[in-house]
């Protein structure tokens, strides 16, 4: 079948969270994303690819695979250069599971804004083997198309949840776990004694860092030290990039004990 105007009139609608909501689906563009994202289990509602990808790949299964100019993909796609193809996957369902940081480091974002931070985060947890990223309810859509690209297929490994942020932390410390924030004033991160290698590591608001609602649920304050000590530098680190210093010291700190 070709991509009909209905099929990208749907693709097009995804681009807002309300229709992504409503339908429970995503779209994802480029050939290892998709592949990436199928072969991780995620349904395929629709493949639109040019006769060319489809002669060059194995079609992944899917309701419906559609031929689609160049053209035609470029008048559906969100991004400025098309890669050949696109999907329109079905939303994971979102069942967090609350026993997650007794078991293992997990991430808790406090409201992070921006798209690509929030694919970079992803990324991040891929990477360093967390599975479990708990948003708060303000939390960008992880499922936004400049999200779903910007997770570079992380998203097929890693599960992102959207939560009531401080009832989970509560949960977390009526448990004993340890809950972690990062803030300008704290333990020196690589200083810090006895990091545990499971329980929650908390990442502010861009511009706002942890609310007030969180801060007071933290059972660890610890910092990011600049080098050297006292000097001039910046007023914060990114937050994508903050988070990476983070989960690298915990992830060393392990596998020193391992």
């Not at 026993?99 to 997990?106: G, I, N, Q, V, Y």
Request: proline content about 7%; aromatic content about 4%; hydrophobic content about 40%.
């Amino acid at each position: 079948m070709t991509l009909s105007k209905n099929k990208t009139k749907l693709i097009t609608a995804l681009a807002h969270k309300k229709y992504r909501d409503e339908l429970g689906l995503f779209t994802a563009e480029g050939t290892k994303l998709v592949l990436d994202l199928v072969s991780a289990g995620l349904h395929c509602h629709l493949l639109a690819a040019t006769p060319e990808w489809l002669a060059a790949h194995p079609a992944p299964p899917a309701d419906e695979v559609a031929e689609a100019t160049e053209e035609e993909l470029r008048r559906a796609s969100s991004q400025k250069s098309p890669q050949g193809v696109l999907a329109v996957l079905r939303k994971p369902a979102d069942t967090p599971d609350p026993d997650a940081p007794a078991r293992d480091l997990c991430l808790a974002l406090d409201d992070v804004q921006d798209p690509g931070n929030l694919g970079t985060i992803v990324r991040v947890a891929d990477w360093f083997g967390l599975r479990d990223v708990f948003c708060s309810l303000h939390s960008a859509d992880v499922y936004g198309a400049k999200t779903v690209q910007a997770t570079m297929g992380a998203l097929a490994r890693v599960r992102v949840h959207y939560v009531d942020l401080p009832a989970l932390l509560a949960r977390c410390r009526e448990a004993g776990l340890p809950v972690y924030g990062t803030f300008m004033q704290g333990e020196s991160l690589y200083d810090a004694p006895g990091l545990e290698g499971r329980g929650i590591i908390v990442m502010g608001n861009e511009g706002n860092g942890i609310s007030p609602a969180v801060e007071q649920l933290v059972t660890r304050r610890l910092t990011i030290p600049p080098y050297p000590p006292g000097a001039p530098t910046g007023e914060s680190l990114n937050v994508g990039v903050a988070t990476a210093i983070v989960c690298a010291e915990m992830r060393r700190r392990m596998m020193a004990h391992e």
